[in-house]
C-alpha cells in the first residue's frame, strides 16, 4: 500500500512513519508533505496514493484548502489535536480522525476499518466467488435484467437501469424513464451480478447506477443523494458508508 504522510512537524512525520512500519510492513511511505501549496504540486505530478494521512492545521493552511483545489480519489485519515473538524472531514473522503496523540492500537484499527470499506465496496462478483479467472470476471456482469410489469415479462438492458429499490419487501427497478417494474431477486443478489464500476449499493433499501445520481449532500455526516428519475422519498448513505461513496463517486466523475 502506497500512502502520503501531510504533516508539518517533522517529529510527527517520523513518529508516524515509524508506527506505519510496524503496523504493516507492506506499507510504502512515497511522500511526507509538510503544506497546502507542496502538497497540491505534488499531488499534480504524481499518480494518487492508496491512503493519506493528513493533519488538519498545517504551516500555510487548513488542510481541507488542498481538498477544495484537488478533489481527492483517495481516502483519508485526518490526524489532529483537535475534536472540532470531524463532521467537516467527512467532506473529503475522510474514512477516520486519529485524535493525537497517535498510536500503534488506534493506526491499527483504522488500517482494519480501511479494509473493511475496501472489501464492501470493492466486491468480487458471482463468477469469482466460484473460481472464474480474474481477467475473465467483466465480461460476467449482467447486460440486462428480466421485470415484470403485471403478467408480462420485460428484458431492460442495464444500461437504462436508474435503481433499484425494495419496498413492502418488494424489489423494484426504475429505469432512466422512470418506468417500474418488478424484479424477482433481492438487492444482494443482484448486486453480486453488477459491475461495481457502474452500481453501488446505497443503503439497504436502495441499488443505484452512477447516471442515476444527480446530486449529493452532506448533512450531519450522513450523504443524502438525489436521484434522477426521482425517488420521492429522501435517500442518505450511512456515515459509515459516506467516504467509501465519496471515494467511488470520485472515480466515477474522473472516468467520465
Known amino acids: ?47 494518487a496514493p492508496d491512503l493519506a494521512f493528513v493533519d488538519i492545521q498545517l504551516s500555510d493552511d487548513h488542510s481541507f484548502e488542498i481538498f477544495r483545489q484537488f478533489a481527492p ?45 475496501s472489501q464492501h465496496f470493492n466486491q468480487r462478483n458471482l463468477y469469482a466467488l466460484i473460481g472464474q479467472p480474474e481477467g475473465e470476471q467483466s465480461s460476467r456482469y449482467a447486460e440486462r435484467i428480466v421485470a415484470r410489469k403485471g403478467n408480462q415479462h420485460v428484458v431492460v438492458p442495464i444500461g437504462d437501469v436508474a435503481y433499484f429499490f425494495t419496498m413492502h419487501k418488494i424489489v423494484f427497478v426504475k429505469d432512466v424513464s422512470g418506468k417500474q417494474m418488478i424484479v424477482d431477486k433481492n438487492l444482494t443478489t443482484l448486486e453480486g451480478t453488477l459491475d461495481p464500476a457502474r452500481f453501488i449499493r446505497l ?44 471515494i467511488w463517486i470520485g472515480q466515477r466523475a474522473l472516468t467520465h
Open 1 to 47: 500500500m502506497k500512502v502520503i504522510i501531510i504533516e508539518d512537524e517533522l517529529l510527527a512525520q517520523a513518529k508516524l512513519e515509524h508506527l506505519l512500519a510496524k503496523v504493516n510492513s507492506t506499507i510504502v511511505v512515497e511522500a511526507k508533505l509538510g503544506s497546502v501549496r507542496e502538497t497540491i504540486d505534488w499531488l499534480t505530478s504524481h499518480s
Open 73 to 117: 480519489t483517495f481516502p483519508i485519515i485526518f490526524t489532529t489535536a483537535y475534536d472540532k473538524y470531524v463532521l467537516e472531514s467527512f467532506e473529503y473522503n475522510s474514512i477516520d480522525y486519529l485524535l493525537k496523540p497517535i498510536t500503534e492500537d488506534k493506526l491499527s484499527r483504522s488500517l482494519e476499518k480501511l479494509g473493511r470499506l
Open 203 to 246: 443503503n439497504r433499501k436502495y441499488l443505484s447506477a452512477a447516471h442515476a445520481i444527480k446530486q449529493y449532500a452532506s448533512v450531519q455526516g450522513k450523504i443524502r443523494v438525489q436521484l434522477l428519475p426521482e425517488s420521492g422519498e429522501e435517500v442518505f448513505v450511512s456515515k459509515e458508508s459516506a467516504p467509501a461513496f465519496r
